[in-house]
């Protein structure tokens, strides 16, 4: 049988059938379920994703939310530039296509932060279009199953793994295969340890029958990842609210609220001083990992400052409550300090 009848056989009886975004599987709802599934897995997805369509169910009310509201559905997901993206991608359907996403390739994939398999996988689920995906779970199926070498990043490899997927994509049921080839990926085909004798395309696989599952697909070269470091200052009034600032609309976590940040204790206490804090206790040094580089951050709280400090020439600095701040885009390990902030606790996050 063709790859993709023995992938549809399968699917048919173990493929994943009851994801939230199939029910129903419109324009929207996949859109957003692709982007949020760029560099994360299903299982963390379906709860950010039912939250998400919840309070914003329309690319209408996507492009009318304050980007704060956008980050705060999408906080914890991590790669905020998707959630930016979406946001101008919604506002630009608005002011351009009459608010529907474009039903053609070329204009849907011309959107901010829709790239060429993922404008193909919207347009085949949603509209049952014959266009062939490549994302990450559908080039180790790929790679392996035609035993392709070298890094799936390379221009090269990629253009060979595009045209594997040109041929394999068949000319109905289009959606179904879609979702088959990439439910093979995650979990069965996985990175490590895949599961070649529940496999329906195992017989013909080159990465099989060569004993080679171990190095396909080839991992990119590897290269020494810096570390930095930096300084977190938790500032607490006496109503127990907490002052963040925005960050700049570029760099590492771009237009998030996040928590005031020193190269050293000595540039810190310059405005600890000002803010006249009762108390100021090191909450003790850990490391988040981004995908380029590692950050050392070492928080400081300082309770019972004054809240009326510096304000009036800084507009990028706001005193927020719990309540205000859990519904704000906040960094990952920033959420993570004012959780245990706010629990009372002082352990490392």
């Known amino acids: 049988m063709p790859f993709a009848e023995r992938l549809l056989a399968w699917f048919d009886v173990h493929g994943r059938h009851d994801l939230p975004w199939q029910h129903p599987r419109d324009p929207y709802r996949v859109w957003i379920s692709e982007v949020m599934l760029q560099q994360t897995q299903v299982r963390t997805v379906i ?46 359907v608005m002011a351009e296509h009459g608010g529907d996403l474009p039903a053609d390739i070329e204009r849907l994939s011309s959107l901010p932060g829709i790239g060429r398999s993922t404008a193909a996988a919207i347009l085949a689920q949603a509209h049952g279009q014959r266009h062939a995906i490549l994302d990450g779970n559908v080039k180790r199926v790929l790679a392996r199953h035609r035993g392709i070498d070298g890094w799936p990043g390379n221009s090269k490899v990629q253009a060979a793994l595009w045209n594997e997927a040109e041929r394999f994509t068949p000319h109905d049921r289009i959606a179904d295969y879609t979702q088959a080839i990439m439910d093979l990926g995650a979990t069965i085909c996985v990175r490590s340890r895949p599961r070649c004798a529940d496999c329906p395309v195992a017989a013909d696989c080159v990465a099989r029958i060569e004993n080679r599952t171990v190095e396909l697909p080839q991992r990119k070269p590897p290269r020494a990842i810096p570390t930095r470091a930096t ?4 500032l607490r009034d006496a109503e127990g609210r907490v002052l963040l600032q925005r960050r700049p609309p570029t760099g590492v976590w771009s237009g998030l609220w996040s928590l005031l940040e020193f190269a050293d204790r000595s540039a810190a206490d310059v405005t600890i001083r000002e803010y006249r804090p009762n108390d100021v206790q090191s909450l003790g040094t850990f490391t988040h990992t981004f995908s380029h580089f590692r950050l050392q951050i070492t928080p400081l709280l300082a309770d019972g400052v004054s809240s009326s400090s510096m304000l009036a020439d800084a507009p990028d600095l706001e005193w927020y409550g719990s309540e205000q701040w859990s519904a704000l885009g906040l960094p990952a390990p920033v959420r993570r300090l004012l959780e245990i902030h706010s629990s009372g606790t002082r352990d490392v996050p």
């Open 231 to 234: 300084m977190m200052l938790l």
């Open 47 to 92: 709860g950010y994703f039912q939250r998400f369509v919840a309070e914003l169910p329309g690319i209408e009310s996507l492009a009318a939310a304050s980007e704060d509201r956008v980050f705060g559905l999408w906080s914890g997901l991590g790669y905020y530039s998707r959630a930016r993206n979406l946001h101008r991608a919604a506002e630009m």
